[in-house]
């Protein structure tokens, strides 16, 4: 299947640049039987949701930290740190790569000028670095420094005091370079109020790594090497999610990831088995879904693996309808835009 099948084009004034108050962005309900489309907000979701619903939420946390560094030659360089590996180190992107190889020492710059010198220690399979921190101390103390780095289609920086806004409600496990999305909706209230109606809801975490932003650059989607990402599913949540009665809704495509990725090894009559690894399961159409019965997600990039996958769980056609209809109506776009409901 041809990559440029899933283009479009977006007025770039729908990219929202910074979010909307928790709940209240809009929603657009796809029903996947008929193909019809509602217009809704996002406070309208418990009306579609039944008691033997199970909401699946991915409680990553964001630690990712995008720091001004100094090289051993003084000139100035920007490190991204991704997720702790170690007792002492940190995954790492760094700018220029060429310059850090391996036993090389970087100065990390703090914004009150405060310093910490790190080791270059290794390369990623990916390009990137681990940096090794003189202490555990100086690498839990990262995560106070530099800024939340927001995706590259974001042009307004978040004030330090608004950065939890970039964070679910519900996140816990430290992680991720990015936030999952679909999650950003929801309120301690909504999910109280959702528990209330009967729908329960259960933690998966995926730790979403940059490679989550880039364009699928093959012509043919079928070339495309899908980046990794470590993902959990604790066999409490497995048996919740067996135990499940109704609908499964995962909350964004991160969700979807964790749970098809657990679906593999799930026993006959399951639908997943408990799992912690790295999974690099791209989703594009023609799979079939053996976890999910129904989907929360934001719009996304043209090209995308993430529109892929909505396009493999919606149909490429009630996707693209449903795409052309939020631009017509003026939906906000990405991270921190609005979202889309499939039913």
């Keep these: 299947m041809r990559t440029d099948e899933f283009d479009y084009d977006l007025p770039s004034e729908l990219i929202a640049q910074t979010p909307a108050p928790r709940g209240e962005s809009r929603l657009l309900v796809l029903h996947r039987e008929t193909g019809s489309i509602e217009h809704r907000h996002f406070r309208d979701l418990p009306q579609y949701l039944t008691p033997a619903d199970l909401l699946v939420l991915n409680d990553t946390r964001v630690t990712a930290r995008r720091i001004r560094a100094i090289r051993e030659n003084g000139k100035e360089a920007e490190v991204l740190l991704l997720r702790p590996t170690g007792e002492r180190s940190w995954e790492a992107l760094v700018r220029p790569g060429r310059a850090f190889r391996p036993g090389r020492t970087i100065a990390l710059v703090g914004d009150g000028a405060e310093r910490r010198t790190a080791e270059i220690t290794g390369v990623t399979a990916e390009g990137g670095r681990i940096i090794e921190m003189p202490s555990a101390s100086d690498r839990d103390s990262m995560e106070h420094w530099g800024q939340t780095p927001l995706p590259p289609y974001i042009h307004t920086p978040l004030p330090l005091a608004q950065e939890e806004r970039y964070q679910t409600v519900y996140a816990v496990h430290s992680g991720s370079a990015a936030a999952p999305t679909a999650g950003l909706h929801f309120t301690p209230e909504m999910l109280n109020c959702l528990e209330q109606q009967g729908v329960r809801n259960a933690r998966v975490t995926l730790h979403v790594g940059v490679g989550t932003f880039r364009p699928v650059r093959t012509e043919r989607i079928e070339d495309h090497e899908m980046h990794a990402e470590t993902a959990v599913l ?60 129904a989907l929360i997600t934001n719009y996304h990039l043209p090209r995308s ?25 003026g939906y906000r776009f990405f991270s921190f835009g609005d979202a889309m409901l499939i039913i």
């Design 234 to 293: 604790s066999s409490e949540a497995a048996a919740r999610i067996n135990a499940a009665t109704g609908r499964v809704v995962a909350v964004g495509t991160t969700s979807v990831r964790t749970l098809e990725s657990a679906a593999r090894a799930a026993a006959p009559g399951d639908r997943v088995a408990p799992f912690a690894g790295e999974t690099r399961l791209f989703i594009t159409p023609g799979y079939s879904f053996r976890a999910v019965d």
């Design 305 to 329: 693996t993430l529109l892929m996958l909505v396009s493999a769980f919606a149909g490429i056609d009630a996707t693209r309808k449903a795409y052309r209809e939020a631009i017509e109506n």
